[in-house]
């Protein structure tokens, strides 16, 4: 079946440094992606979404690029702060109401 | 958490008890899901509906059942816990089929 996988379970920045979270899909057909942030003990909060129909799109002080080619998207986070060490999740959304999650990224931000 | 309040936030309970967890939305959203957090699977789907009285099930329904008889409610019924129901569940709500989901806070249940 279809699968969505993040490539690193955790990622160590320096804060104030530029964040790249990736992930990888298996679905060739898959049109619609979403990027979540979840905070410890808290429910995932929606970032930014992206849709096939484009290659960037750019929220505050985030940016996701999708390449459908190699089937790949991340998030950049610009100068990251204290405030952004979460768990990331992307999201494959095929219109089903059905979404595929990854395993999520550990983002870990040292002052 | 985009209008969206999940209770209990916590419970702890008994194998073989019946458990029924609630979800309730102020956005007056068509589609609410049921969703499972697990360490080594993510988040995976539970059951969903879309709509008063119509529900389906998710990529993990066994031992689950579901109701929803009013727009804004949206119950999650473990008719005889289980240890492996030992989870966090959250509720998550959309406008349409289509549409970004927005989650709750968060149920943490404990089966012992």
């Known amino acids: 079946g279809e699968s969505v996988g993040l490539h690193l379970p955790t990622l160590s920045v320096q804060e104030g440094d530029n964040s790249i979270i990736n992930c990888a899909y298996s679905?060739?057909?898959?049109?619609?992606f979403i990027w979540y942030k979840q905070e410890s003990g808290k429910g995932p909060q929606f970032i930014i979404d992206i849709r096939s129909n484009m290659d960037k799109r750019q929220g505050q002080r985030v940016t996701v690029l999708l390449n459908k080619t190699v089937k790949h998207l991340s998030l950049q986070i610009a100068a990251t702060q204290p405030g952004d060490s979460a768990v990331y999740f992307c999201?494959?959304?095929?219109?089903?109401?059905?979404?595929?999650f990854g395993q999520g990224t550990t983002l870990q931000v040292k002052p | 958490d985009a209008g969206i309040t999940q209770s209990p936030r916590h419970k702890v309970t008994e194998t073989g008890t019946p458990v029924t967890l609630r979800c309730h939305q102020t956005?007056?959203?068509?589609?609410m899901y049921w969703y499972r957090q697990d360490p080594g699977h993510g988040l995976r789907l539970i059951h969903y509906s879309y709509g008063v009285k119509d529900t389906d099930k998710g990529e993990v329904s066994d031992g689950y059942s579901v109701s929803r008889s009013k727009t804004e409610d949206f119950l999650l019924t473990l008719e005889s816990a289980t240890s492996s129901q030992t989870s966090v569940y959250f509720c998550a709500i959309s406008e349409s089929v289509t549409d970004t989901q927005y989650f709750g806070p968060g149920t943490r249940l404990t089966v012992l």
């Open positions: 999201a494959d959304h095929p219109y089903t109401g059905k979404l595929i």
């Open positions: 679905n060739s057909a898959s049109d619609y």
């Open positions: 956005e007056n959203h068509r589609y």
